[in-house]
Structures are given as C-alpha cells and as structure tokens.
C-alpha cells in the first residue's frame, strides 16, 4: 500500500509540474512584451506589382518575403502581367474582395488607381505604397527612391561622361510618377548647373524593349550629333544598348548611356561597356519596411493609431530607400547579390 | 502487480509526453522565423539628445520605449543638458565607451558630431540620426521631419495669416541643419510663391525663452510694420508669444506668430489666439523606427549586411517623419496625446 500511496504521489506531482509549466507558458503568451513582433501565419499580406514578370520586383519580393519570415506571417504575390492600368486596377480589386491584412503597392500611374486605394483604406484594409507612389490616395505611406534626386545623379554622372556639354535625350515613361520625377530631376539639373548641356527630347519608351530600342533609332535620325541618352527604366535600356552597340561597331560616335535598375542584362552591358551606368535602388528595403509598416498597422501598434491620421501620420509619410551608382568598377558586386 | 505495473506505465507515458513537449519546444526556439522579432534584455540601446528637459523629446522616448517593449530590449536615455555642443559630445564619448547594441542621436550641430559618430560607426556601434542630421556623417539612416518641407507650410500658413503681403522675420537656431533648412523653406517659399511678402530679418533664438523674447522686441522695434513671425523652435516660440500677448493687450497691431512643436506652452498660446499655428512633427515615428533599425542593424537583419555600405545603404537613408498644422480648430487633440 506504502508503494501504491508513493507511486500515486509521485504521478500527482509530475502532473503538477506539467500544469505549472502550462500555466507559466500561457501567462508568457499573454505578455506580448516578452514575446516580440510575432504576427499569425493565418495573417497574409498581399504584395502587387505591375509587369509581374519583370526582373526588378525579384528584391523587393526578397524583402517582403525576409519580413513576414522574420514576424511570422503570410505572404502572397500579385500582379498585372502587362503594363495595363486597367490590368492592375482588377488585381488591387480582387486582393480586396479577400479582406488581407494589409497590401503592399507599386501604382503603375499616379492617379488612376487612387480610387481603389482609397477603398481598401475605407474598408479598414492597411495599404502602403512601394516604388512608386499615389500622390493623392489615402496610403499610409510611399517607400520609394527619391527619384528627382536619382535623376539629378544621372544627370551629374552624364555630364562627367559627355565632357560637360552637348545634345542629350531621355527615353521615360510619361505616365508614371517615379519616371516623371527622375525626368524632371535630370532635365532641371541640367539646366540649372550644366548650361552647355541642351535636352533636345524627352521621348515614350513604354519600358519596351523594341519601342525604346526604335525610339533610340528615331532620336539619332532628328538628332544626329546626341552624345548621351538616359533611359529611366532596365527593359528598355537593354533596347537603347542594343542600338548603340550596333553603332559602336559600325565605328559610328559614341553616344553615353545612364540606364536605371541592375538587371542582368544591364549589368552585362555595363559590364562590355555598352551601357556607361545605371542607378541602383534600395529594391529589399521598400518590401523589407512595407511589410514592416502594414504588420504595424495591422495591429494597431502605431502612435497615434491608424484611424487618427487627420492628427499625425500614423507611419513615416515617405522613406527614401536610396540609390548608388553602379559601372564598370563596381558592376561585380552587383552579380554577386 | 498488475495494478504496479499500469501506474509505472502511466508515469513512463506522461514523462514521454513532457520529454517530447520539451523536444517540440526546443526546435521552436531553433527556428528563429517562428520566434518573431524578439532581442534579449541585456542587450542595451541608447537615445542621446541635447536640452535633455525638453518636454519635445518626450514623444521620441516614448517611440523608443514602445519598440523596446515590443522586441524585449533595454534602452537608457541619456542627453547634454544645455544647448552645448561641447557637452553632448561628451555625452556621446561616454555613450560609446559602454560599447552598447546601437546609438540613437539628435545631432545638435550638423558637423561638430561627425568624427565621433564615425568613431562609432568604425568601432561597430550601430548610429542612426533622428530629428537632425550630420549629413557627412557614417550613420546609416536619419529619420526626422521633412524640415524645408515644414518651413514652406509654415510660409504658406503665414501667407494666409497675413492676406499675402507684408514683412516678416525669422527667429532660428543659425547652426542647427534642421533649424537651417526650416528658414530655407520659409525664406524661398516666400521668394517663389508670395512675392508681396518680404523676410526682413532673420536673427538667433539660441532656443531659450529670454533671448528669443529679447530678438522679439528688438525685431518689433527695427521694423514697426512687422506683421508676422516665424520661430523656428518651441522654448523660444513661448517668448514671441509673451511679447505678442502684452502688445494684443496694449492694444497694438496684431503680430501673427507661427512656432514649431506641441508642448504644454505652445498649445496654451495656440487656444488663448496668441499663437496662430504650430508644425507638429512625428516624433513617435522617430524614436520607434530609430530603435527598429537599430535592432536590424545590431542582429545584421539588412540586406545587404551593414558592412557592405560601399554597394547600397543596408537602411532607407532618409525617412520623413511627417508634419502637420496645429491651430485652434484642432489643438484640443493634441493635450489628448
């Protein structure tokens, strides 16, 4: 009986501890100071681009991804396959219809997505905006280059590069916020601190290989003595490369490059001295800090909170995600990443 | 025995189950993606400011606080007492010498700090910037308010106060980047975009109470036409305010004054009418994305990895905090804060 009394004793006491250890687990589960920025893998975040297949969003993806990795969350990937506003318009709508908790945005035009934005804003869903903006929308925030400033680098890089005067050009895309920033930032810093240099033309690539490649055609028809082009965007810089190699060739002038992004085939033509620069973005820190910023507004851990944003912003309003000029001395580096 | 040996069961059986929970937990705790983002309580991160009583940084801390809270870090406060550039480098000596998990800095003078931030920075000790910079510095980030930005609503502001003509003056801190580019936005916004609106004078606060109520009285007394004035900084902003006051009671010509930040004082001037407007700034956002990076920085979370500096800044390189206008209409929200 003693043994049966000690062994039941013993049994009463190892299911205490197993209580114990229970009930000290669940109060640190209830502190969520002790617990971290720790998110629920049912919480998914949605991130929406436009030209899904583009090379480019591969870094920002990496970040969000490294974020909801790092917090415990979900993510999921969308995206207009084409450069079609109308595309993307129904992508943002159908990401809405299935409530996240929060998405992250690069608008491919400045105005014509407002309207939707604001939706998801008003239906309590967190947008922030990546790369390029919405000016007037009700997202909380734009992590982005500052692109005036990139335009004004190239600007200053193309002047080194042409010997301080001469005719340049740029091939952009007109429509898009980011794109129309590094035009100006290009164009007014020319004006403003290289006098002997003259934009002759500000031209639509439509970020197309073949449409910038006979944009570039056309600009040397007009433009027989251009000694520099700079292209706002990679797929289209291939296109202008493609031309200027050609010429290159046929021993015809040379004419500078400053091409935008690190794609591969960038990087190759700088590497062979086709393309003389390009202007590298902060691509894994607008997806790393979007989702940061959504996971915070998702669960209210801003001061003030999310629905007080006629007092103070709730987030930073704007985050420049920087840049760096990337060419033949330091282009390895960007194989490497 | 029979019985002996089902109850030596049940024990063997619940010892299993703790040893496989145990196990279970183990390879939680292994799995840094499952554990969110959670630091250790020893690790220690310190907020140094200048004029460490000013009621202006409260907010900051309180970000920083909640950061640390949130990812289970130690902070410690620490700040020159005095507007003394001398003293907060002394501070920051100190600071650097415990060898702490990151430095987070409000630069009093936007050179004087940059050899000991760099210091820093060579040693490992992660800095970030908040409030104002040190834009030749190595500190990865500064996260403050768009300050030009800041100064041209306060010029817009005024323009409105005024009925778009008139002389104005400027009191500022004259060595302090953040103070500098403030009157930079007032001063060129009111060139470009009220041409009928003259700044007549723009003289030295140093940031205190009587000497900006002194600049206050002599401004008034050198040009008697005065019709508005923009103070840069909130302890002096009270001083304006004291003079305006006793002027409105002796009946003379109403002189609008625009000041800078929410403290107790201001807002008091703000609802008396002493005060036209504020700039209220995101200081919150300051001290919590200031710790956060921080903490990216000090477990190496970037991509790339805060040595590879050379290729593109491991953080967003300049962060805009935000702003907004305080006036009579919305003050009472801000005591709520």
Redesign the interface.
């Known amino acids: 009986m003693k ?2 009394l000690f ?2 004793g ?2 009463i006491f ?2 205490l ?2 209580v114990f250890q229970y009930m000290s687990e669940d109060n640190k589960q209830g502190d ?8 629920e893998i049912s919480e998914r975040y949605v991130m929406i681009t436009f030209q899904s297949g583009l090379e480019y969003w591969k870094s920002v993806l ?2 969000f991804e ?1 974020a909801a ?4 969350v979900s993510i999921e990937y969308r995206g207009a396959t084409n450069y079609d506003i109308h595309e993307q318009i129904t992508v943002l709508e159908q990401a809405i219809a299935k409530k996240p908790a929060g998405i992250a945005l690069s608008a491919m035009n400045s105005h014509a997505l407002t309207a939707v934005i604001n939706r998801a804003v008003d239906e309590g869903i967190p947008v922030v905006l990546f790369d390029a903006g919405a000016p007037n929308s009700k997202a909380h925030s734009l ?1 982005a280059t ?1 692109n005036y400033n990139a335009g004004a680098t190239a600007a200053k890089q193309m002047s080194e590069l042409i010997g301080g005067q001469g005719e340049v050009a740029v091939i952009t895309l007109p429509g898009q916020q980011n794109h129309i920033e590094r035009t100006q930032g290009f164009t007014e810093t020319m004006k403003e601190s290289y006098p002997d240099i003259e934009v002759v033309d500000t031209v639509d690539g439509k970020g197309r290989i073949e449409v910038s490649r006979q944009q570039t055609e056309e600009l040397l028809g007009k433009h027989p003595n251009l000694a520099g082009i700079f292209i706002t965007e990679a797929t289209g810089g291939v296109g202008v490369g493609e031309v200027v190699k050609a010429r290159m060739e046929a021993n015809k002038s040379r004419v500078q490059i400053i091409s935008f992004d690190t794609n591969k085939g960038t990087l190759d033509m700088i590497q062979d001295g086709t393309i003389s620069a390009s202007i ?3 691509t ?2 607008m997806g ?2 979007s989702l ?1 910023y959504l996971f915070h507004l998702h669960h209210e ?4 909170a999310p629905s ?1 944003t ?4 709730p ?10 000029v990337v060419n033949k001395q ?1 282009v390895e ?2 194989y490497a ?1």
């Open positions: 043994k049966m062994v039941y013993l049994l190892a299911f501890i197993y969520p100071a002790g617990m971290g920025l720790r998110g990496k970040g490294d990795d790092a917090m415990n992590l500052n590298a973005q902060g894994w820190n790393y800090w940061q851990l801003t001061t003030p007080a006629d007092v103070v912003s987030l930073p309003v704007l985050v420049d995600t920087g840049i760096n330091n580096q960007y990443k």
